[in-house]
């Protein structure tokens, strides 16, 4: 969005918006109001709350350093006030308002902040964990270092009600504290995603999360027909991850560069694409239905190989997909064939799944699959020359290189 189309959508905004002072939408249309009787800014009707939706992300947008240190909520709430004055006092929109709109934000000072998490699932014995740009804290031997780094935390009213003894914290940099918290929020999910991709458990008994942490679980049932009734329970039964392990930061694994790509700024193509990748097996490991796990580990090979993201899956895309698999995995020439063989065996699978429902899948297709995911990332984090790759681009001439040898 250029400056002039930003100023034609303010300005756009400010005619379609009306003054519902009753608050009464007579045809039952969707829209949005905002404040009560001589302050009110309604958008009614589908085109009107379209074009306000649609208008709204791209204003937020026009300002990456806006969007990046503010909230919508408050960027939002500007903009209404900004759409009441213009409408009141019969403004239009031009260079000079629209700089000083935007420049009011980043006038606002910009904190660095850390946001303190508890952590379920997760034992340790040290006081402290750092892992890239996350520290864990065990909190019973850690609160002395708490209180001395935040003079203003009180036991009593932040910690005394707590379910775990460790803590996640994230550094955070914004310019409210909604936003210091929407980004957060953002980091340790990605950050739980990355937990189970490594901790890789497909039975589901090791889960370490603050969102997503999957505890203890007792399961009734009654077993109910016209000769018997039952009762039929079960546990679950969560077992804790040492979160010091070494494994963590495995450089054989690349886990230990994991954690820095996650808080990363200016990533290349293949570091977004392979942190996505991580991310889907994290989400594929976590759920228990076997269809959607498989689903979501052919998705990070996908997301991480599709040379065109525009274009349909095709019975050539998916040889694409598999010959290359082959090359990043292996070097021996038959297992590269096996390799191959076997991602196309588990992509009629997903394809069964998605197109036709196919409930078909056993634990040893998910296994299959998150193994091939899995060598694929690692290769990406630990093996030349692909760990030095920057771009799809470059990886298809890698590649087109070794098939010519």
Known sequence: MTQNEAIKTINDLVTISTKNEKFVNSTKEPSKSFGIGQSNVSFIGYESLLKYQTS?????????????????????????????????????????????????????????????????????????????????????????????????????????????????????????????????????????NVLNYMIADLSHKRSVGVFNFRGWRNTSRIICNNTTMGFHG????????????????DTSQGNDKIWNLITKKNKTEVENRLLQAIEWIGKGIHDKDKSKALVQFVFSIEGMLKFDEKSIITPSIVSQLSEWLAFIIQDDLDKRIEIAAYFKQIYRKRSAIVHGGAKAIDLNDIQIALQIAKLMTISFLTTEPFNNIKSLQELNGVITKMKFK
């Open 56 to 192: 709204l992300e791209l204003l937020y947008a026009f300002n990456k350093e806006i969007e990046n240190t503010i909230s919508l909520k408050k960027f939002e709430e500007s903009i209404i006030l900004l759409i009441r004055k213009f409408r009141d006092e019969n403004i239009k929109c031009d260079t000079h308002l629209l700089q000083d709109f935007f420049n009011a934000f980043l006038k606002i000072p910009k904190v660095d902040s850390e946001i303190l998490f508890e952590l379920y699932g997760a034992e340790m014995q040290n006081d402290i964990l750092i892992l890239g740009d996350f520290t864990i804290y065990n909190y019973l031997l850690s609160k002395e270092i708490l209180f001395k780094k935040y003079s203003h935390l009180q036991e009593d009213l932040f910690f005394d009600n707590r379910k775990s003894n460790i803590y996640l914290g994230v550094k955070v940099t914004a310019r409210e504290n909604n936003k210091a918290v929407e980004i957060a929020d953002e980091l340790v999910e990605t950050f739980e």
């Open 234 to 249: 079960s546990n679950e039964v969560s077992l804790p991850v040492k979160i010091e392990d070494k494994y963590f930061t």
